[in-house]
């Protein structure tokens, strides 16, 4: 379990992940983080629920036991996604013999005055969004998919908890929101559409290529990015940016490349390697064929200067 402190978060809170409420302020406090954390009970005895001010998201991996939820006994199954809110009795490992794994997020809202939000978990969801987000079960079975979709934002809110990024804030709250989105898809389907959460991992992937054209660049990490699977990525990738995502890739490269190639002394075989092509041959052969004609006559052509 990763434990968030003080340090993990700017010192000056993010106005736009702000929740009013009554007419207070407050701002997301991160409290811990854990993936695919194993849970074992040995005892028959039924374990007792507990409750606390913060909110929780739970995703089961591969389990066998049971958990609780407000009173409730529910057997504990990969996919199964449980939130819980402030003052709801909980208990999310075992309650008698077994194991259960499960990746978690634990969160509350805090005023500057140490008053936490006691709203409900679709409360929260509707102040965030703008939008009615009705009460509903707080247990949902997800698709394979969805499953993998938010284990990915799981894994990459905590590798941000670890990250010395400058822009690890910035990327921390942007992924926090992206959770929330899916947490409102997830519980009230009819409010988002599967196009929101598809287009944000779309866009993710695109991030990810202009912050990294210069590295070996797999399209089956970059479908793991989206959250899809790798023939469903190349298809919804064309249709939104109207290029595969090859033909993208060489496009934003060769456009760093001619940069290099107009403003720095480089060798050609140098900026092909920076930019990512992993040979002087293919480099130009991409060059040619995207800007008629070779980077070295590129360079030397005045009117590129």
């Keep these: 379990m990763q434990v968030f402190t003080e340090n993990d978060l700017p010192s000056k809170k993010p106005q736009a992940m702000q929740i009013s409420h009554s007419g207070t302020l407050y701002d997301i406090l991160p409290m811990?983080?854990?993936?695919?954390?194993?849970?074992?009970?040995?005892?028959?005895?039924?374990?007792?629920?507990?409750?606390?001010?913060?909110y929780h998201v739970v995703l089961y991996g591969e389990s066998d036991g049971k958990f609780s939820l407000g009173g409730k006994i529910l057997?504990?199954?990969?996919?199964?996604?449980?939130?819980?809110?402030?003052?709801?009795?909980?208990?999310?490992?075992?309650?008698?013999?077994?194991s259960v794994s499960y990746s978690e997020f634990t969160f509350s809202y805090s005023s500057p005055k140490g008053r936490h939000l006691d709203i409900s978990f679709a409360e929260l969801l509707s102040l965030h969004l703008g939008l009615e987000i009705p009460k509903s079960s707080n247990v949902v079975k997800l698709e394979f998919d969805q499953y993998m979709e938010l284990h990915s934002m799981l894994e990459r809110i905590a590798e941000l908890k670890e990250s010395s990024s400058e822009l690890r804030f910035l990327k921390f709250y942007r992924n926090?929101?992206?959770?929330?989105?899916?947490?409102?898809?997830?519980?009230?389907?009819n409010?988002?559409?599967?196009?929101?959460s598809l287009s944000s991992g779309l866009i993710r992937v695109r991030d990810h290529i202009h912050s990294n054209y210069g590295s070996n660049l797999k399209i089956e990490k970059l479908a793991k990015i989206a959250c899809v699977s790798k023939g469903h990525f190349q298809r919804e990738f064309r249709h939104k940016f109207g290029l595969s995502p090859v033909s993208y890739i060489n496009g934003y490269r060769i456009s760093a490349a001619k940069n290099l190639l107009r403003t720095t002394p480089l060798l050609c075989?140098?900026?092909?390697?920076?930019?990512?092509?992993?040979?002087?041959?293919?480099?130009?052969?991409?060059?040619?064929?995207?800007?008629?004609?070779?980077?070295?006559?590129?360079?030397?052509?005045?009117?590129?200067?």
């Design 32 to 54: 811990h983080i854990s993936i695919d954390a194993m849970h074992h009970r040995k005892s028959s005895v039924r374990a007792v629920e507990h409750s606390h001010d913060v």
């Design 75 to 98: 057997k504990a199954e990969k996919g199964l996604l449980v939130v819980s809110s402030p003052g709801e009795g909980h208990l999310f490992p075992p309650l008698g013999k077994g």
């Design 176 to 189: 926090i929101s992206e959770l929330f989105n899916f947490l409102a898809l997830a519980y009230a389907p």
């Design 191 to 196: 409010v988002l559409t599967p196009d929101d």
């Design 269 to 305: 075989a140098e900026i092909a390697e920076k930019t990512g092509f992993e040979d002087i041959f293919y480099f130009s052969k991409v060059f040619r064929n995207l800007a008629g004609i070779s980077p070295a006559r590129y360079r030397n052509d005045k009117g590129n200067l």
